[in-house]
């Protein structure tokens, strides 16, 4: 179980993060859902050690990974995708995945996690040798959530992984979340695009400036009246 | 006939001149782009290389070519401590401080090297130093060609560190997105603070063989700091192949520029080259983005 709780956390005096909880099981896709500047992606840094948080705690099953460096929280099986996948654009598709493995778990089954990313992605296969720059932005995508993969996640953290992508490619990454909850992965599902995250995901928080504002089983908030006027636009 | 000759010689001895310029703005591009800090103590610390030799010379009467082992290991260990305890703290507060850092560093080098060891001009001899080898019509000194090669050794090791090994791939990933380097499980700080003493080390293994081509003097840091600079521009900052590239032709440049002309105008060329480049080519020989 991956449990943020009351997280607070900003930059210099401005608090964008005012107690934030939330948690995530093995094995089930949990979406955080909120508009621009909610603090989701402030949420993001805070859990992948990149900014400190000024109180609460993250853990994964009871050990605290508040304070960690961002490598010791790797080691313990908490992959971020980041948004815009910064991927690395001049190393080939197989440098990049195999960047994703560098952590102690996952370093010395790299080989059969390209075979499994290969089969989940058959276009990285094919375009292996080609500069991670190149691909399409779909591609890209797929290339990220790869490379987080090769990392051996428990609980992965996908982050926009629908910005900029067509309605056909949104389809064919959530179709993959399916595939990972099926590993028992625990997937944190960050997303704007709220109608395609509460389809995939059986649990969902709402972030409002920095707050957590709403929880339930996603069916709950799909047919929650105030989500639908604000998020759903009906 | 002999113009040829004449031409080809100044050629020859401009690449081997260059390929040490290569690999000393190799380690000036390799710290610029993991850290994003521009080291202007890297001539500085060329300099301390080269009195090191001096020094060895003076009280050992040991050949440049054995110092070598002494240098390159001293100078890796001050990069290593001088980003792991005073570069890196200072970067974290604001890059202009540390870079201002560097830059009091170069002076306090130039000053120290001048109190001990005075401004006049040092050389180690070497016995191979007055050695010569005859290709063809064309004479070239050993030293050069001892250095040509050295460089060529290490261009090929670094190129294989670079490609073929985990630590190499960290040092791009770090050099192309560094928070996502940091969300791999990559220790940046870590992979910084070893390419800052590798990027010195570089200068551990020229000081040695450059001593015999340049005046040694508390001075040279200032210059090799310049010429690093222009060369990791004119090679498209960040691109490790540009920077010996670069190393190369500015080498030949500036032989030719010292052959045909005299003094100032002779010193000046360096740096109109780089100004040409730049308006063809704004972001280098072989820049991108």
């Known amino acids: ?234 | 006939m002999s113009d040829t000759i004449v031409i080809s010689q100044v050629l020859l001895q401009g690449l081997m001149v260059g390929a040490m310029y290569g690999l000393i703005a190799f380690g000036m591009t390799m710290i610029f782009s993991t850290t994003g800090l521009l080291n202007f103590a890297h001539g500085g610390f060329l300099a301390v290389g080269m009195y090191l030799c001096v020094t060895l010379y003076a009280a050992f009467r040991m050949s440049p070519y054995i110092s070598i082992l002494i240098t390159v290991p001293v100078l890796f260990g001050m990069g290593y401590f001088l980003y792991r305890y005073i570069v890196w703290k200072v970067l974290k507060i604001h890059i202009i401080t540390a870079a201002q850092i560097t830059l009091g560093l170069l002076w306090i080098i130039e000053s120290s090297l001048s109190m001990i060891f005075g401004a006049d001009i040092r050389s180690v001899p070497t016995t191979i130093g007055i050695q010569k080898v005859y290709l063809g019509p064309l004479t070239l000194s050993v030293p050069y060609i001892i250095s040509f090669i050295v460089a060529i050794i290490v261009g090929i090791m670094l190129y294989w560190l670079m490609q073929r090994t985990d630590f190499g791939r960290s040092v791009r990933a770090v050099t192309q997105n560094r928070d996502a380097a940091e969300l791999m499980g990559i220790r940046v700080v870590r992979i910084q603070t070893i390419v800052f003493g590798l990027g010195l080390a570089l200068l551990g293994v020229c000081s040695p063989l450059i001593i015999a081509m340049v005046p040694t003097t508390p001075s040279v840091g200032l210059q090799f700091t310049l010429f690093a600079f222009i060369i990791m521009m004119l090679g498209g900052i960040g691109n490790f192949l540009g920077t010996v590239i670069a190393g190369l032709i500015f080498g030949v440049v500036d032989a030719y520029g010292r052959f045909f002309f005299t003094g100032y105008i002779a010193s000046v060329i360096p740096y109109s080259l780089l100004v040409l480049v730049l308006l063809v080519r704004p972001r280098g020989l072989l820049g991108e983005k």
């Open chain 1, 1 to 234: 179980m991956f449990v943020v709780d009351t997280v607070a956390a900003g930059y210099g005096k401005s608090m964008v993060l005012q107690g934030v909880s939330l948690e995530v099981k093995e094995g089930e896709c949990t979406c955080l859902i909120g508009a621009n500047g909610a603090g989701k992606s402030t949420l993001m840094r805070v859990i992948s050690g990149l900014l400190r948080s000024v109180s609460g705690e993250v853990s994964i099953d009871n050990i605290v990974l508040t304070g960690l460096p961002p490598n010791e929280i790797v080691d313990l099986g908490v992959i971020q995708v980041p948004e815009g996948r910064l991927i690395f654009p001049q190393m080939t598709v197989e440098e990049n995945l195999l960047l994703g493995a560098r952590n102690h778990r996952a370093k010395s089954e790299a080989y059969s996690s390209f075979e499994k990313v290969y089969t989940l992605f058959p276009v990285l296969k094919k375009r292996k040798n080609q500069r991670g720059g190149t691909l399409s932005g779909g591609e890209q995508q797929m290339l990220a959530i790869g490379r987080g993969l090769m990392a051996k996640p428990r609980i992965l953290l996908l982050d926009e992984p629908s910005i900029g992508l067509s309605p056909l490619l949104v389809a064919e990454v959530f179709s993959v979340v399916q595939e990972l909850i099926k590993e028992s992965i625990g997937v944190l599902l960050v997303e704007q695009n709220v109608s395609a995250a509460l389809n995939v995901s059986s649990y969902g928080y709402v972030l409002e400036r920095g707050h957590s504002v709403l929880r339930g089983s996603s069916q709950e908030l799909l047919e929650d009246e105030s989500i639908k006027k604000h998020y759903l636009g009906n």
